[in-house]
């Protein structure tokens, strides 16, 4: 692939330790990725090869031992903490594979809890909260505590959240690892229908191989290299 | 404002737990609140003393008697405005477990002496008209139900009617009020002169003096003057600020009152302690969803304002009800059913009862919101 | 009766299996089992001072002993009884005799300011002025260092107990009462009784330093036997040239403390009370956290087929268990921190001073673990009750 004109995110020669202990785990070793805007990426790979680590530094969860990652142009490897956090606030969207849902929140307000770092006014906030419930499916739903809500629900409002604060970039890890095949469908739909038709640029983790093919580019990753085949 | 939402939803997470917690905090702070009633009642309104006033008693012992005639020598010491007297009469009314101060003193002058004791123009007329009058405070009013124009019998334990009676009738005319909060209104006053005609012995002898001076700073040189102008009499006297006074008398009751209050106050951090580490567990077992706030984009320090702020919210909710509760019981009395002359939490307590408050909810908050702050989040999100 | 025996083989297995868990909420259970203790170990200790005061007051008397005031006087201070009423009551019927002597010892009683060791500010000390029978009326009287004063001259005893609160009483120091020297001579025991806290001279000295003439303000008399009170009463009151009140030592001396120690029963009680509930909630708290994280476990158990009550029952005995360590914790603390500390403070009712040491007895080593485990039982029964009502079902999904 040549070097594209609007790559969103660009991970340059990105090394990731993890020390536990004395020892030391080399997770990625000058690992190299560019996804362009617009794109749905899947990531796959066997259990502790760094898919998620991977996700992390990109999410701006995590930073790299050593190399850059840049996302929007921004070098958010360099940023501080606080602004690191300002950051993902307005840029990113994150899917969780158990959602992640405040238990003590109905759907409504989890919805808009990342609508809480914004200056928006309460009324706002709710209405745009609103939408986004609308957008997957669960306007019906809004005053629901996570727990009655069924799983495919609940990561509908998992996806509302990354929505609420119309970021450009959706971060997934394993979104329907939890679910069961009906429901992971939908929600892939609901994924693939933000890609194609709001513009999201999408990177998603994940184990199965029905999920993958729903995205435009798969990335096989292995022993802290990526591939676009899987290894045997 | 718009946090305090989700700070009350966390709090609503485990009701049960939430209000336990509450409850113990507010217990903790009842404790505080009604200790500082009692540490109160056993200094003896000391904060309200009047700077500028002395007791005059006898050098040997308070129960010795001094000479009527003291008051107008006192009076003419230079610095001194004013003398009054005052003698223990020691009284029994029913039983001799109502214990309370009766006295007989001069009306007029007495309440002069003392402005505190806020007693209507007509009720003061009435005892200055009335020889066997007597004057009580609100509070031993309320004690014994005792309303204007009651017939009060008091048996004498130690002064006699002339013929060996030993029951004195007063007629009650006036009920005073205090001026301030920790003013005595557990008095029992009567008339001096009434007293010291019927009396079967000790005639023109008086208890002690109070005095007032015209210079709070000279008070010690005052007092001096006044012990040296007695000086190697038979009776000789030791004049203090009322204030000393009273901290003496205070401090008679010694050791006890200093080894309850610090038993109480160590048993008060503890209950500290354990709802504080309750807090912290509330905090602990939710790590991933302080995570999840992390990665949403709320700063770390957001993070840590929000634990913090729980902690706030709980212990100033706990501790709030628990001083007003405190209020509310030392309001309706005190524990040994009336023999403390004052009884109430004093508004300097409340302060260190709000400060203390602060300070546990930080104490109990402050560990795991530095915790919370220091999550990474890709670690804890994973558990 | 296998029925039985199958019921109590499940509580003894369900609890067993629950207290080996235990070890896993080490933190929440050692926060109830402190909080008890400190509750207990305040109870223990505030009562122990009126307990401590109660003691004093009992050493004080011995069941032969008389005490005859003036007639509405409620303590000696306020009496006075003239020679010819000494006299009298010494005439009366049922005193002992010894050696040629009545047992009967009339006492003047003043208050002297002395300054308190601790903060150096004036407290009310008792000084007794004595006759030369009354080391045998009074219980345990000793000299135990130093002398008895000479009779006649201005020299004074002290009890161990004032020596060791107030300043000054040492041996060979003098004190200054009624604008004459008066040394210290000898230290005094008195069987633990109020005795020790006051000073002792020769009445016959004090009364004219005081202008009390010939008058006193009580006898102490010792009777025959016990049984002899109602006859010696009987007599004195029924004298027509007497108006006196007689009473058994021991009554006049609970009756001076009762005051006292209402107050300070009233105030411990008062304050256990509110602290009770304080660990209540504690434990209350620890218990319904204990229950929760062992949620799925007893569903399992119900699910295996254990029924309700051996689950009520474990989650009881934990909580019991804990208040036990707790109150037996906090017990032992206030018996080794309080039991038998010295300490004075002013008695209302006679307006001075007296010195006593704390006591903490195994009955109320007893209440404060009775009190404990009231605290485990309310704090272990509604979370046993909810483990116990938890649908089987709904707590196995449960994460």
Known sequence: ?232 | MKYLYLLWSNLKRKKMRTTLTLLSIMVAFLLFGYLGAIKQAFSQGIDVAGLDRLIVRHKVSIIQLLPEAYESRIEKIEGVEDAVHQTWFGGVYQKPSNFFAQMPVKPEEYLKMYPEFVLSDEERNAWLNTRSGAVVGRGIADRFGWKLGDRIPINATIWSRKGGERTWEFDLVGIYDGAEKGTDTSQFLFRYDFFNESRQFGEGLVGWYTVRISDPDRAAITAELIDAEFANSPNETKAEPEGAFLQGFANQIGDIGFIMMSIIVAVFFTILLVAGNTMAYAVRERTNELALLKAIGFTDRGVLALVLGESFVLTLLGGGLGLALAWLLVSLGDPSGGSLPVFFIPYSDLAVGIALIAIMAFIAGILPALQAQRLQIADALRR | MAGMFNWISQIVSVTLFNLRTLPQRIGSSTTAIFGIAGVVAVMVGVLSIAQGILRTMENSSSSENVVVLRSGATSEMMSGLSGDDVRFISEGPGLLRQDDEVMASPELFVIINLPIRSTGTDANVPMRGVTRVAGDVHKGFQVVDGRMFEWGLNEVIVGVGALREFAGLEIGSTITVAREEWPVVGIFEASGGIAETEIWVDASVLQPAYRRGNSYQAVYGRLKSPDAFQEFKDALTSDPRLNVKPMREADYHSSQSTVLYNLITGLGTLIAAIMGFGAIFGALNTMYTAVSSRTREIATLRALGFQASPVVISVLSESLLLALLGGAIGASLAWLVFDGFRAATLNFSSFSQVAFAFDVSPALLVRGIVFALIIGLIGGLFPAIRAARQPVSAALREL
């Open chain 1, 1 to 232: 692939m040549t070097e594209s004109s609007r790559s969103l995110v660009s991970v340059k020669n990105v090394d990731k330790v993890f020390k536990r202990g004395s020892e030391e785990i080399h997770v990625l070793g000058g690992l190299d990725l560019d996804i362009p805007e617009g794109e749905f990426l899947a990531l796959m790979g066997p259990s502790g090869s760094g898919k998620s680590t991977l996700l992390n530094l990109i999410g701006g969860l995590d930073r790299p031992s050593q190399g850059s990652v840049e996302v929007g142009g921004e070098r958010i490897d360099q940023l501080s903490n606080r602004r690191l956090a300002a950051w993902r606030a307005r840029h990113v969207g994150l899917v969780f594979q158990f959602y992640n849902l405040m238990p003590v929140l109905t759907a409504q307000k989890n919805v808009e809890l990342p609508l809480l770092l914004t200056h928006l006014s309460r009324a706002e906030r709710k209405k745009r909260a609103a939408i986004a419930l609308d957008i997957v499916g669960l306007s019906n739903r809004n005053n629901h505590y996570p727990r009655t809500l069924s799983g495919g629900e609940q990561q509908r409002v998992g996806i509302a959240r990354s929505i609420v604060t119309d970021p450009t970039l959706l971060l997934c890890d394993e979104p329907t690892g939890d679910l069961d095949r009906k429901s992971g469908d939908e929600i892939l739909d609901l994924l693939q229908a933000l890609n194609r038709e709001q513009g999201k640029t999408i990177v998603m983790v994940t184990h199965d191989i029905h999920a993958a093919a729903r995205a435009t580019r798969t990335l096989y990753l292995n022993k802290g290299r990526l591939t676009t085949e899987p290894e045997e």
